[in-house]
């Protein structure tokens, strides 16, 4: 397995523009999530999903931010419009039902000007 | 918001010696696991102990876990330049979801 794909790798955007990350899973595994980290907060959990349905947003932090997972095996995450503060490293990560642990993907940095 | 506070937030030690990083938690949990992160990379999940545990193995590594103080601690014994990474603990309640500490900057000086 090629392990949770991210795309892309790097991303810099003007401020005002649309930003979509994009999501491969792990097949098989039921549960997505997405994570953003920078500096100052750490790790902060957005939104996860759990058989393509999300179950928890409560930490998308505003109606700029936007998530969808119309299958198993894609997810994407929107900003919309981009502001510099979202500057970060956004990761993916997904795991099966169970004590498992996540498995992360290479994350995207993302940098608006 | 996160749940778990890795203390020291860096610590430098020379290779070959033990490195003890320890991990608060605030609510009671189902699991907690441990990550290691290398710098411009994802986290890479290390080991996972559920709470009715109190101590698990694997490799060099030796983790802790005492829920009554609600606290972990990793250990790593005969530590290499290639365990220079950030570690991170991640606790997970009834839900399905994990909440990162902010974890713990290791350097190993060959």
């Known amino acids: 397995d090629a392990g949770v794909i991210q795309s892309p790798r790097h991303e810099v955007t003007e401020m005002g523009q649309e930003v979509t990350l994009r999501c491969k899973p792990i097949s098989g595994h039921n549960s997505l999530f997405w994570y953003r980290q920078t500096m100052m907060r750490g790790l902060e959990l957005l939104i996860y999903?759990?058989?393509?349905?999300?179950?928890?947003d409560s930490g998308m932090p505003e109606d700029r931010f936007s998530a969808k997972m119309p299958n198993a095996s894609f997810s994407t995450l929107k900003i919309q419009p981009s502001e510099p503060r979202d500057s970060a490293v956004y990761f993916c990560?997904?795991?099966?039902?169970?004590?498992?642990?996540?498995?992360f993907g290479s994350g995207t940095r993302l940098t608006v000007v | 918001s996160q749940q778990g506070e890795e203390d020291p937030q860096a610590l430098s030690i020379q290779e070959g010696e033990n490195a003890t990083m320890n991990c608060s938690y605030k609510?009671?949990?189902?699991?907690l696991q441990w990550y290691r992160q290398n710098s411009g990379r994802g986290l890479v999940h290390l080991i996972l102990i559920r709470s009715n545990e109190r101590e698990k193995h694997s490799g060099r590594l030796r983790v802790t876990l005492d829920t009554s103080k609600k606290s972990s601690s990793l250990l790593i014994t005969a530590s290499r330049a290639a365990d220079t990474a950030s570690y991170f603990c991640?606790?997970?309640?009834?839900?399905?979801?994990?909440?990162f500490g902010t974890g713990t900057s290791l350097t190993v000086i060959p």
């Open positions: 609510t009671s949990i189902n699991n």
């Open positions: 999903f759990n058989n393509n349905v999300p179950i928890d």
């Open positions: 990560a997904s795991r099966p039902t169970g004590n498992y642990g996540y498995t």
């Open positions: 991640a606790t997970a309640n009834t839900g399905n979801q994990f909440y």
